[in-house]
Nanobody, 124 residues
């Protein structure tokens, strides 16, 4: 059984930084891409970033390019999301997800396993 456990959320002021972690267990991580999504109140879940576990190829939403960095530690089966220059509009619950294949898709239907989510709040 695949399990994804996120950590690292919290509250920061605008301009601050946070690093989210997603520890994966079960399955064969190297066969799948991983992604980070977020969902703000009243809004749809949206992709933030994705990474191929085997090749390291990354994808970023336009809204976070240049500010967020996704990375992975194969030895620890952990994916990270480093978030810098945070803005109030980044406030949301952030979810880690495992893709159905090797490519990091940009829609939620491309992912089949999800973490429980971690709250990120950015104040102005």
């Amino acid at each position: 059984q695949v399990q994804l456990v996120e950590s690292g959320g919290g509250s920061v002021q605008a301009g601050g930084s946070l690093r989210l972690s997603c520890a994966a267990s079960g399955g064969t991580p190297s066969r799948y891409a991983m992604g980070w999504f977020r969902q703000a109140p009243g809004k749809m879940r949206e992709v933030v970033a994705g990474i191929s576990w085997s090749t390291g190829i990354t994808y970023y939403a336009d809204s976070v390019k240049g500010r967020f960095t996704i990375s992975r530690d194969n030895a620890k089966n952990t994916v990270y999301l480093q978030m810098n220059s945070l803005k109030p509009e980044d406030t949301a619950v952030y979810y880690c997800a495992r893709a159905r294949g090797r490519i990091a898709g940009v829609t939620a239907v491309s992912y089949d396993y999800w973490g429980q989510g971690t709250q990120v709040t950015v104040s102005s």
